[in-house]
């Protein structure tokens, strides 16, 4: 165990060279673990709680704090040094964004196997992917009246582009070929 919890508050920044040659060390340990995950895993998508290295993901979570707070021109531990080390790692900033790239890209595979994009509620081969699609339905009904939706016009854009459905009709005229 590791009873130094210094890394883990944010308060410190600028407390002296010693402090900070302290911080770069840990912050190139946690790098190292990143790259060990990324080589276990194939990707550098730490899980928000991540039981075999709680301090990575509380780690990932405060890059992308600090990334923010850079962005908006506040002061940050983050640099574009850092940026890039991360980045040669497949650093992802927005996990959001990365679940949606997911999801998409499973759905392309679905259209390039089917030709359409209509996902049925009960498919076997991917019920996430399903779940999926039903929910983008929902959030896009939810944004087109206003309310708080994860719905964008660049993902409405994006699934468009692709012929996704958003209004299911009555299949009452499913006489299309039976098969694939």
């Not at 911080?23 to 991540?50: C, I, M, N």
């Not at 498919?123 to 309310?147: D, H, I, M, S």
């Not at 939706?149 to 299911?168: D, K, N, Y």
């Amino acid at each position: 165990g590791n009873s130094n919890n210094a890394d883990d508050n944010d308060t410190d920044a600028g407390a002296g060279p010693r402090f900070r040659a302290f911080h770069e060390k840990k912050w190139d340990e946690r790098l190292l673990e990143l790259r060990a995950f990324r080589q276990q895993h194939g990707h550098s998508l730490v899980p928000h709680t991540y039981p075999s290295n709680p301090q990575l993901a509380r780690w990932v979570k405060r890059q992308r704090r600090q990334h923010k707070l850079m962005e908006e021109g506040k002061q940050s531990t983050m640099t574009p040094e850092r940026c890039e080390l991360l980045e040669s790692l497949g650093f992802v900033w927005d996990s959001h964004q990365a679940a949606w790239s997911k999801k998409i890209q499973d759905l392309r595979r679905y259209q390039a196997q089917n030709g359409h994009c209509l996902v049925p509620s009960s498919y076997k081969a991917n019920p996430q992917l399903a779940t999926w699609v039903k929910c983008q339905r929902r959030q896009y009904k939810l944004y087109w009246e206003g309310r708080p939706s994860a719905m964008t016009p660049q993902r409405i854009a994006e699934l468009e582009g692709m012929g996704f459905v958003w209004e299911l009709r009555s299949a009452s005229t499913s006489s299309s070929k039976a098969g694939g």
